[in-house]
């Protein structure tokens, strides 16, 4: 069992920039890829981001692309979303997750992760 925490979300202007924060305390984080989604109220999960366990590879939504950053500190356990020229539309509740995902395509499905965090709310004002 691997438990995640997230952290960093807040209520911020559209253009402002955050950073979330997952920790996975006691694990050894590298054993595992880890995703981003998020959820907006009435909308089904989305991907948003996601990282291979050595951090050599990347993927990122469509939507986020060239604005979020994904990375990850396995000395730390701790995984991070960098979150720039936030959106109004960004708003949701942000979520980490953790598992081998093996590639691409799975790495963007919520059902390819095993273990995920209890969400961080990121509300973004016009």
């Known amino acids: 069992q691997v438990q995640l925490e997230e952290s960093g979300g807040g209520l911020v202007q559209a253009g402002d920039s955050l950073r979330l924060s997952c920790a996975a305390p006691?694990?050894?984080?590298?054993?595992?890829?880890m995703g981003w989604f998020r959820q907006a109220p009435g909308k089904e999960r989305e991907f948003v981001a996601a990282m291979s366990w050595s951090g050599g590879t990347t993927y990122y939504s469509d939507s986020v692309q060239g604005r979020f950053s994904i990375s990850r500190d396995n000395a730390k356990n701790t995984g991070y979303l960098q979150m720039n020229s936030l959106k109004p539309e960004d708003t949701a509740v942000y979520y980490c997750?953790?598992?081998?995902?093996?590639?691409?395509?799975?790495?963007?499905?919520?059902?390819?992760?095993?273990?995920w965090g209890q969400g961080t709310q990121v509300t973004v004002s016009s």
């Open positions: 997750a953790a598992d081998r995902v093996y590639g691409g395509t799975y790495a963007r499905l919520p059902r390819s992760y095993a273990y």
């Open positions: 006691g694990r050894t984080f590298s054993n595992y890829d």
